[in-house]
């Protein structure tokens, strides 16, 4: 009797064990359940936060591109406003200065360039032949960097023009002729891809830029002209340059920097606006990054500076 007893004693402290055990490693796989429930939760709302924190810097920075646009008009308007005047935009004015908003949460700081300062490289085509003094300029701007363009090249931009027609972008440019990334640095703000026929515009292209064409204008000559503009901060008339020039402008790049809650975003883009209407101005692209975008004052050009 007092066997049996004790083996049902035993049996149910054996019993008592294993329900403890399997408790215990219930409220292990719970207690892992759990934490993993947690952790996925406050990963979700870490991404939701900067998923969110991401849309308002975008917000913030369009700020900048609305502002770019409003100054845009104004200014169109006030040509349009001059009797008996052309179409003229130079550095010299408000648009083309450096603007800094104090906002809530951060700052913004924006500049508007002129997209039509740079060398644009679909005007290197006239129908389906080379323009020289647009390949000449292209030649002059890879050579600062000892990046030839000879007959090879020529070939190769020919050949593209027979089955593309134009350039998409400056990358597809550069990629094409095998341009290395260094040297594609170096030419920030030296050239660009838009519309084939649209002019360059003298008063805004830097001397880098007038330089690299081939004209019958002589280097003494192109001094005096930038000596002029700076002087007037514009000029009237185009002495030496050809039908690819002009005085004014409708493509613009607006390369804006937003701080916001500790956190900066940067943000590039291309607006169009219609030389005959004040209020018609378009988006053409944007972009935006967490690293700074092509830095076109620092490059070769120096777009958007006067010159000295």
């Not at 294993?18 to 939760?41: E, G, K, P, T």
């Not at 997209?115 to 890879?142: C, Y």
């Not at 020919?158 to 594609?184: E, H, M, S």
Request: charged share 20%.
């Amino acid at each position: 009797m007092g066997l049996v007893l004790e083996k049902t004693v035993m049996a149910g402290t054996a019993q008592a064990g294993m329900a403890l055990l399997s408790i215990l490693i219930l409220f292990f796989v719970l207690s892992v359940l759990i934490y993993n429930l947690v952790d996925q939760q406050t990963l979700d709302i870490h991404r939701t936060s900067a998923f969110v924190g991401n849309l308002e810097q975008e917000q913030y920075l369009l700020n900048a591109e609305s502002f770019a646009i409003a100054m845009l008009k104004q200014d169109r308007k006030k040509d349009l406003a001059a009797v008996n005047k052309p179409l003229m935009d130079s550095l010299s004015e408000t648009w083309a200065a450096k603007q800094t908003l104090d906002l809530d949460g951060g700052n913004l700081r924006f500049r508007i360039w002129d997209a039509q300062g740079l060398i644009n490289v679909n005007n290197l085509f006239i129908e389906d032949k080379l323009d020289e003094a647009t390949l000449a300029a292209v030649k002059s701007m890879l050579a600062t960097r000892k990046a030839m363009l000879g007959d090879k090249e020529s070939k190769i931009l020919l050949d593209f023009r027979k089955t593309q027609k134009i350039f998409a972008d400056l990358d597809q440019f550069y990629n094409l002729l095998g341009i290395a990334l260094p040297v594609r640095a170096a030419l920030d703000g030296c050239m660009i891809a838009l519309p084939p026929d649209t002019k360059l515009n003298v008063n805004t292209a830097s001397l880098p830029v007038l330089q690299a064409f081939n004209t019958s204008i002589t280097s003494g000559a192109l001094q005096q002209l930038m000596d002029e503009r700076r002087r007037n901060g514009q000029l009237e008339t185009l002495p030496g340059y050809g039908r690819r020039f002009g005085l004014s402008s409708r493509f613009f790049i607006v390369q804006a920097t937003g701080s916001y809650r500790n956190n900066t975003l940067h943000m590039k883009s291309l607006l169009f606006r219609n030389s005959k209407e004040s209020d018609a101005i378009n988006v053409v692209s944007r972009e935006t990054s967490a690293f700074p975008l092509d830095a076109m004052e620092r490059g070769l050009c120096g777009t958007g500076k006067e010159v000295k």
